[in-house]
């Protein structure tokens, strides 16, 4: 059974990080009151990561619904009255996630001097415009990294934690997306590494945007560890690309799911008189996604 309405994108994601940080004891509490049916979950030795995507997929997709395990949870981890009937003064562990939990972007531009010039600095505005003025914009934050070079790009996403990775610049396919140097050349970081990188933050980002030329083949490498994860399948002209972004976070900023505003960004590219709606490309990971 399905939520009759789901939860919004980022209470999903609070409650996928609450799960995670929940001690041993009260997930085994947790199990035995939602009951789910014999093998539905990994075996209790099994990493905790496993065990809590397996208890949410099921809970959305055959079980109690979302909102059923987001109360249950909330029950468990709150104060609770121990025998004897004498509250403790503060709960045993520290209660999860706010379910209003911030949503941070981070933007990752790179324009190389020996690559044609993009206007990064119109779309970053333009985004950050949108939020501003967007229904839930104290949902978002929004961390800029410019001329963003590889040990920028690693050292920004273990550092700043974001939920959502935005690259702006240019995609050369198959040999990779194009940083910058220490002196402002292209330096081009192949498939195998970036999927590699956003292997290790599997349990944390939920979404990867690569808004440059070709990066649908960098976009299916990482979409095997990342929910979503949006490539272009070939080249996208400035216009198109900025068009496509703003209406991304449009649409996220007022609280919609990542799959419509997929849909709303590649509308607001024909809505701007363009040809290029269906060069971007939406990938499902195979994790289970928020």
């Known amino acids: 059974m399905s939520d009759p309405e789901p939860l919004p994108p980022l209470d999903r994601l609070a409650l996928s990080q609450a799960l995670l940080k929940l001690p041993d004891p009260q997930f085994k509490q947790l199990v035995f009151a939602l009951n789910p049916p014999p093998g539905i979950l990994p075996a209790d030795q099994s990493a905790l990561g496993d065990r809590a995507a397996s208890l949410l997929q099921w809970a959305e997709n055959s079980g109690p619904g979302l909102a059923v395990l987001q109360q249950t949870l909330?029950?468990?981890s709150g104060e609770r009255v121990p025998p004897g009937g004498q509250r403790p003064t503060a709960?045993?562990?520290?209660?999860?996630?706010?379910?209003?939990?911030?949503?941070?972007i981070l933007i990752l531009a790179a324009n190389p001097k020996n690559t044609p010039h993009l206007r990064l600095d119109q779309e970053v505005?333009?985004?950050e415009e949108g939020l501003t003025r967007a229904q839930q914009r104290d949902r978002f934050e929004l961390v800029q990294r410019w001329a963003a070079r590889?040990?920028?790009?690693?050292?920004?996403?273990?550092?700043?934690n974001p939920q959502i990775v935005h690259f702006s610049g240019h995609g050369a396919g198959?040999?990779?997306l194009?940083?910058?140097d220490d002196q402002g050349q292209a330096q081009l970081?192949?498939?195998?590494?970036l999927a590699g990188l956003f292997e290790l933050f599997a349990d944390q980002v939920q979404c990867v945007l690569l808004n440059a030329c070709y990066s649908a083949v960098q976009g299916q490498a990482i979409a095997q560890h990342i929910p979503y994860v949006i490539g272009m399948k070939q080249a996208i002209g400035d216009t198109a690309a900025r068009e496509f972004a703003v209406g991304f976070y449009d649409a996220l900023g007022?609280?919609?799911?990542?799959?419509?505003?997929?849909?709303?960004?590649?509308?607001?590219?024909q809505m701007a008189g363009l040809r290029e709606d269906l060069t971007p490309v939406l990938l499902r990971g195979k994790r289970f996604t928020l």
């Open 150 to 160: 590889p040990r920028d790009v690693r050292l920004a996403i273990l550092e700043l």
């Open 254 to 269: 007022a609280g919609r799911d990542m799959e419509f505003a997929f849909k709303y960004a590649c509308n607001s590219i």
């Open 178 to 180: 194009a940083l910058e």
């Open 91 to 104: 709960p045993e562990t520290p209660a999860p996630a706010s379910p209003r939990a911030k949503m941070k």
């Open 189 to 193: 970081v192949p498939t195998a590494a």
């Open 125 to 127: 505005r333009d985004i």
């Open 174 to 176: 198959e040999a990779g």
């Open 74 to 76: 909330a029950q468990i």
